[in-house]
């Protein structure tokens, strides 16, 4: 893997590239009049349809003269900002970040980390017509080195992300619900470029921390009712959350970073930015060695990243970007616990210690007897579990300016994965030919090779700004059981490998998946106050499968359809900072293509061919309205929704003669979402802030289910599972450009893992604690202490599946969150 990711990585530095660059794009027409800076920039940002992050102190009392004609972006801002004793910090295609101006020759060019301590961490979605918000890197460069910035994004209202270890990079236990929806239920982009569904053993694209290293991420945007109608999924019904890469520097620099903490945990970071070569290319090439040591049982996640960004303009009105990422990890599992195993064993009970036990345990499993003490049970627990991931994520994107109001771009991406979960399992023996241990690995291994284009078109037309795009992607999945054997008496020397050699042969399948998405839409600046959106998106997704080796083989496609995705927005502004927005959006999600989950996961070829052509895919229906504020020293946002969520999917057993006894997926009714979400920032002195969020939720399901064959489950009513009804946030920050501290606390109300309701998992609270010190622009250190209080609670839900009841608390699916952990950070940039 290394000679692969490094050969890559020198081909990948040769080729032409790159990003984006904001001076290339159309003209726009500004008509700013003159006035003080801060309200100029703010409306310099909704006229060019962008969020600008800037230091509001750094321009008080401040005036410009004004702006008005045609002019690209970059051009009309750099003249706006203009001896205002600003500068442009960061930029991307939907986000400015400006900073003040630096004092001494010393601080010129450092734009890796912008420490103005007057930066926002979040904006609320200022001159957009739907609930958004957008998170900037300098969040996310506080938290604790190599954490998720899902993690981040549990500040946002709405949104509860959980995991089971501290940095919420353990994939197979991290789980973000959002009115409702859950982590599948969402579409996730880097860049513009589709991550797919992001759920554990994904068919269809990778978590965006195999996808990125955290230290590269730019701002991060959530779209809690629906994202951009452009957005490349298939699986948005319940929000997008939009990611992006920063860009090389313009000037020369290295960037070192080593951090250390709690259960042997390390991570060592190295980026080089080659600053502005001969011929106007910038090349950033990033590195980094990750070892998180579990806080319960025994193992390890260790993963070995590369990352690679290259823009090149090409002559003055094209430029190209170059992308790729290279990551392999191996990650030891967590085990699935239940509320009547913590009881039984405690909130540290985890994997088998010793493979001799894990022997003898798997003797009793099959032949019976008492298991040695403390189990209960001798499969209360199993020896060890995991996988291995190996991705290559790479895009091509050109931005192209066609004439002073037309411009657009294109953007080829690759995605290829390797990957292997594995069980021990102690039900099958390994045979005597084979190393006649009575456990076996068990595996699920699975390869993705996942290619696609993304083209957009802009067009600027007086009030009007008329935008279109398509998406297709070309998706080949093939996914295997197999079970190996082990060598009896002999520990494993690397569990976490991909075995070879199997002793037998469960599946093996392949699926094929063509996605195709148009859409077209319009904005149009009806007056200096209101504007108003419209647009529609076709998809068509269509899935073949085809069972290579099966003991019951599945064969035959699928279509999910729909070519009239409306959206309508309107946004109008008050004077003084104020806006209200409303919107509404259809969405559809695509079939699951896949063994483990979608309809192809029936248990036979008559179950599937009892679905395919009733099956219906899953819709939403969100409507949302909102109020905004926003000066100096606040935001405000308040958003009410209502989202109907219909032609739910769950897989049941049916025992229709037709079929005979089969688990199939079938439509089994809606869900309606009503709730309010309300945020607020404020910079009550100098370098202090408080931020704050709270969203009530109210999403249940609208009927009961009714299993064909079977009995009515009366669901009806209930609350969704995993999804509590409140969820607050409270930040308090200081940060005077040398000295930073945070103190953060999150609350989620009481969740439900059995659909029946009679499950519950009590409410949780839990704080943590970030602070730094940054003696220089050279060297800066931070502390990072989560879960504050120790606090012992259920973070994770349905890891297992969910169930329809478990009023005893038997069914093993939670995942326990970590106990308290610090980590301590040193940065050095030159």
Same mark, same amino acid.
Not at 233 to 248: E, H, R
Not at 783 to 788: G, T
């Given at each position: 893997?290394?000679?692969?990711?490094?050969?890559?990585?020198?081909?990948?530095?040769?080729?032409?590239?790159?990003?984006?660059?904001?001076?290339?794009?159309?003209?726009?027409?500004?008509?700013?009049?003159?006035?003080?800076?801060?309200?100029?920039?703010?409306?310099?940002?909704?006229?060019?349809?962008?969020?600008?992050?800037?230091?509001?102190?750094?321009?008080?009392?401040?005036?410009?003269?004004?702006?008005?004609?045609?002019?690209?972006?970059?051009?009309?801002?750099?003249?706006?900002?203009?001896?205002?004793?600003?500068?442009?910090?960061?930029?991307?295609?939907?986000?400015?970040?400006?900073?003040?101006?630096?004092?001494?020759?010393?601080?010129?060019?450092?734009?890796?980390?912008?420490?103005?301590?007057?930066?926002?961490?979040?904006?609320?979605?200022?001159?957009?017509?739907?609930?958004?918000?957008?998170?900037?890197?300098?969040?996310?460069?506080?938290?604790?080195?190599?954490?998720?910035?899902?993690?981040? &994004?549990?500040?946002?209202?709405?949104?509860?992300?959980?995991?089971?270890?501290?940095?919420?990079?353990?994939?197979?236990?991290?789980?973000?619900?959002?009115?409702?929806?859950?982590?599948?239920?969402?579409?996730?982009?880097?860049?513009?470029?589709?991550?797919?569904?992001?759920?554990?053993?994904?068919?269809?694209?990778?978590?965006?921390?195999?996808?990125?290293?955290?230290?590269?991420?730019?701002?991060?945007?959530?779209?809690?009712?629906?994202?951009?109608?452009?957005?490349?999924?298939?699986?948005?019904?319940?929000?997008?959350?939009?990611?992006?890469?920063?860009?090389?520097?313009?000037?020369?620099?290295?960037?070192?970073?080593?951090?250390?903490?709690?259960?042997?945990?390390?991570?060592?970071?190295?980026?080089?930015?080659?600053?502005?070569?001969?011929?106007?290319?910038? %090349?950033?090439?990033?590195?980094?060695?990750?070892?998180?040591?579990?806080?319960?049982?025994?193992?390890?996640?260790?993963?070995?990243?590369?990352?690679?960004?290259?823009?090149?303009?090409?002559?003055?009105?094209?430029?190209?970007?170059?992308?790729?990422?290279?990551?392999?990890?191996?990650?030891?599992?967590?085990?699935?616990?239940?509320?009547?195993?913590?009881?039984?064993?405690?909130?540290?009970?985890?994997?088998?210690?010793?493979?001799? &036990?894990?022997?003898?345990?798997?003797?009793?499993?099959?032949?019976?007897?008492?298991?040695?003490?403390?189990?209960?049970?001798?499969?209360?627990?199993?020896?060890?579990?995991?996988?291995?991931?190996?991705?290559?994520?790479?895009?091509?994107?050109?931005?192209?300016?066609?004439?002073?109001?037309?411009?657009?771009?294109?953007?080829?991406?690759?995605?290829?994965?390797?990957?292997?979960?594995?069980?021990?399992?102690?039900?099958?023996?390994?045979?005597?030919?084979?190393?006649?241990?009575?456990?076996?690995?068990?595996?699920?291994?699975?390869?993705?090779?996942?290619?696609?284009?993304?083209?957009?078109?802009? &067009?600027?037309?007086?009030?009007?700004?008329?935008?279109?795009?398509?998406?297709?992607?070309?998706?080949?999945?093939?996914?295997?059981?197999?079970?190996?054997?082990?060598?009896?008496?002999?520990?494993?020397?690397?569990?976490?490998?991909?075995?070879?050699?199997?002793?037998?042969?469960?599946?093996?399948?392949?699926?094929?998946?063509?996605?195709?998405? %148009?859409?077209?839409?319009?904005?149009?600046?009806?007056?200096?106050?209101?504007?108003?959106?419209?647009?529609?998106?076709?998809?068509?997704?269509?899935?073949?499968?085809?069972?290579?080796?099966?003991?019951?083989?599945?064969?035959?496609?699928?279509?999910?359809?729909?070519?009239?995705?409306?959206?309508?927005?309107?946004?109008?502004?008050?004077?003084?900072?104020?806006?209200?927005?409303?919107?509404?959006?259809?969405?559809?999600?695509?079939?699951?293509?896949?063994?483990?989950?979608?309809?192809?996961?029936?248990?036979?070829?008559?179950?599937?061919?009892?679905?395919?052509?009733?099956?219906?895919?899953?819709?939403?229906?969100?409507?949302?309205?909102?109020?905004?504020?926003?000066?100096?020293?606040?935001?405000?946002? &308040?958003?009410?929704?209502?989202?109907?969520?219909?032609?739910?999917?769950?897989?049941?057993?049916?025992?229709?003669?037709?079929?005979?006894?089969?688990?199939?997926?079938?439509?089994?009714?809606?869900?309606?979402?009503?709730?309010?979400?309300?945020?607020?920032?404020?910079?009550?002195?100098?370098?202090?802030?408080?931020?704050?969020?709270?969203?009530?939720?109210?999403?249940?399901?609208?009927?009961?289910?009714?299993?064909?064959?079977?009995?009515?489950?009366?669901?009806?009513?209930?609350?969704?599972?995993?999804?509590?009804?409140?969820?607050?946030?409270?930040?308090?920050?200081?940060?005077?450009?040398?000295?930073?501290?945070?103190?953060?606390?999150?609350?989620?109300?009481?969740?439900?893992?059995?659909?029946?309701?009679?499950?519950?998992?009590?409410?949780?609270?839990?704080?943590?604690?970030?602070?730094?010190?940054?003696?220089?622009?050279?060297?800066?250190?931070?502390?990072?202490?989560?879960?504050?209080?120790?606090?012992?609670?259920?973070?994770?839900?349905?890891?297992?599946?969910?169930?329809?009841?478990?009023?005893?608390?038997?069914?093993?699916?939670?995942?326990?969150?970590?106990?308290?952990?610090?980590?301590?950070?040193?940065?050095?940039?030159?």
């Amino acid at each position: 893997m290394l000679r692969l990711m490094t050969t890559t990585a020198i081909v990948a530095a040769a080729m032409p590239a790159a990003a984006y660059a904001q001076e290339q794009q159309a003209r726009i027409q500004f008509e700013i009049k003159a006035g003080d800076t801060a309200t100029a920039i703010n409306q310099f940002a909704d006229q060019a349809g962008v969020h600008v992050v800037f230091p509001y102190d750094a321009v008080a009392g401040r005036r410009v003269a004004g702006l008005r004609g045609s002019f690209m972006r970059g051009e009309a801002l750099r003249r706006l900002i203009a001896g205002q004793g600003l500068i442009i910090a960061s930029e991307t295609q939907g986000m400015i970040s400006l900073k003040a101006a630096p004092h001494t020759p010393s601080d010129i060019g450092n734009d890796v980390a912008d420490n103005s301590p007057q930066m926002e961490i979040v904006v609320l979605g200022q001159g957009e017509s739907r609930q958004v918000q957008t998170v900037a890197p300098k969040a996310m460069r506080k938290a604790t080195a190599g954490s998720s910035p899902l993690r981040s &994004l549990s500040r946002l209202p709405g949104v509860n992300f959980d995991s089971s270890d501290a940095r919420g990079t353990y994939e197979a236990a991290t789980q973000l619900s959002i009115r409702g929806f859950l982590s599948d239920q969402i579409g996730y982009t880097l860049d513009g470029v589709p991550l797919g569904n992001m759920q554990y053993r994904n068919n269809n694209g990778l978590s965006i921390n195999r996808a990125l290293l955290t230290e590269n991420n730019g701002p991060a945007t959530l779209s809690q009712g629906s994202g951009a109608l452009g957005t490349a999924s298939t699986s948005n019904i319940g929000g997008t959350v939009d990611f992006s890469s920063i860009d090389p520097t313009r000037d020369f620099g290295v960037d070192l970073e080593q951090s250390y903490g709690s259960e042997d945990s390390w991570r060592s970071f190295v980026r080089l930015n080659s600053g502005d070569l001969s011929w106007g290319g910038r %090349l950033a090439v990033s590195y980094a060695h990750d070892r998180q040591g579990k806080w319960r049982g025994w193992g390890k996640q260790e993963q070995d990243q590369i990352n690679i960004k290259y823009v090149q303009p090409i002559g003055d009105s094209v430029t190209s970007t170059s992308y790729l990422n290279l990551i392999d990890r191996r990650e030891d599992d967590y085990n699935d616990v239940s509320l009547a195993k913590l009881n039984t064993y405690g909130w540290d009970f985890d994997n088998i210690p010793t493979f001799a &036990l894990a022997e003898e345990l798997a003797l009793i499993v099959q032949n019976g007897g008492t298991p040695p003490a403390p189990y209960v049970n001798a499969d209360d627990s199993v020896y060890q579990g995991g996988g291995v991931r190996r991705d290559l994520l790479g895009y091509q994107k050109l931005e192209y300016v066609l004439s002073s109001r037309l411009s657009g771009f294109i953007t080829g991406y690759i995605h290829l994965d390797k990957g292997i979960g594995t069980w021990a399992n102690p039900y099958t023996p390994t045979p005597a030919a084979f190393g006649g241990s009575p456990v076996s690995v068990s595996t699920l291994r699975y390869d993705i090779d996942r290619k696609g284009v993304i083209s957009r078109l802009k &067009l600027e037309a007086g009030d009007h700004r008329i935008e279109g795009g398509i998406w297709y992607e070309h998706n080949v999945f093939n996914q295997g059981s197999y079970l190996y054997g082990l060598e009896a008496g002999v520990t494993p020397t690397q569990f976490q490998r991909f075995y070879d050699n199997p002793f037998q042969t469960t599946f093996r399948n392949r699926y094929v998946t063509n996605t195709v998405q %148009l859409d077209i839409g319009n904005t149009w600046q009806a007056t200096s106050r209101l504007r108003l959106n419209a647009g529609v998106k076709g998809v068509v997704s269509t899935n073949k499968a085809h069972s290579i080796v099966s003991t019951k083989p599945i064969n035959g496609s699928i279509e999910a359809k729909n070519w009239f995705l409306p959206t309508a927005g309107i946004l109008y502004k008050l004077d003084g900072g104020s806006e209200f927005f409303a919107g509404y959006t259809r969405n559809m999600a695509a079939f699951v293509a896949s063994t483990s989950s979608g309809p192809f996961s029936s248990s036979s070829q008559a179950g599937f061919d009892y679905i395919r052509n009733d099956l219906k895919p899953e819709m939403t229906n969100t409507f949302e309205a909102g109020y905004r504020f926003r000066d100096s020293d606040l935001q405000l946002s &308040l958003t009410g929704y209502y989202v109907k969520f219909s032609n739910r999917l769950l897989a049941s057993s049916i025992s229709a003669t037709v079929v005979g006894n089969q688990n199939v997926l079938q439509n089994v009714g809606s869900v309606s979402s009503r709730g309010v979400e309300a945020a607020a920032n404020w910079r009550f002195a100098p370098f202090w802030s408080l931020y704050g969020s709270w969203a009530y939720n109210d999403a249940t399901y609208d009927d009961d289910v009714q299993p064909l064959g079977g009995a009515v489950v009366p669901t009806k009513g209930k609350q969704v599972v995993a999804s509590p009804k409140h969820v607050g946030n409270v930040e308090l920050s200081y940060d005077d450009s040398k000295l930073w501290g945070q103190v953060t606390a999150h609350y989620r109300s009481t969740r439900y893992y059995s659909y029946l309701n009679d499950a519950p998992l009590p409410g949780a609270v839990n704080v943590n604690l970030s602070a730094g010190y940054r003696f220089s622009r050279m060297l800066d250190v931070q502390l990072n202490v989560m879960n504050l209080f120790d606090k012992r609670y259920i973070a994770s839900t349905g890891t297992a599946g969910f169930v329809t009841s478990d009023p005893n608390g038997t069914y093993t699916t939670l995942q326990s969150a970590a106990p308290r952990q610090v980590f301590g950070t040193v940065r050095i940039h030159f």
